[in-house]
Nanobody, 124 residues
């Protein structure tokens, strides 16, 4: 059974950092492209970043470029999202998702498997 579990969310002040984790079970994560997405109250789910299964290439939304970094640890079957210089507008529930057949995209509809999400709140 494919399962994704996010962790690492919390409350942080503007300018602070958090590292989110996406732990996979039931499948070998390095064969899948993994994406991070977020959804703020009253807004649509948006793509944040992804890392490709084929060559490890990465993709970032313009709003997080230079601040967020995605990485994967295949030995731990986990993908991380390091978030620095956080802003109040980064507040959202963050989800990770996986798909076996896509290369690199941050379009939510392209992903088959989703975690339950972790809340990130950036506030003073």
């Amino acid at each position: 059974q494919v399962q994704l579990v996010e962790s690492g969310g919390g409350l942080v002040q503007p300018g602070g950092s958090l590292r989110l984790s996406c732990a996979a079970s039931g499948f070998t994560l390095d064969y899948y492209t993994i994406g991070w997405f977020r959804q703020a109250p009253g807004k649509e789910r948006e793509g944040v970043s992804c890392i490709s299964s084929s060559d490890g290439s990465t993709l970032y939304a313009d709003s997080v470029k230079g601040r967020f970094t995605i990485s994967r640890d295949n030995a731990k079957n986990t993908v991380y999202l390091q978030m620095n210089s956080l802003k109040p507008e980064d507040t959202a529930v963050y989800y990770c998702a996986a798909d076996r057949w896509i290369i690199a995209t941050i379009l939510p509809d392209e992903y088959d498997y989703w975690g339950q999400g972790t809340q990130v709140t950036v506030s003073s």
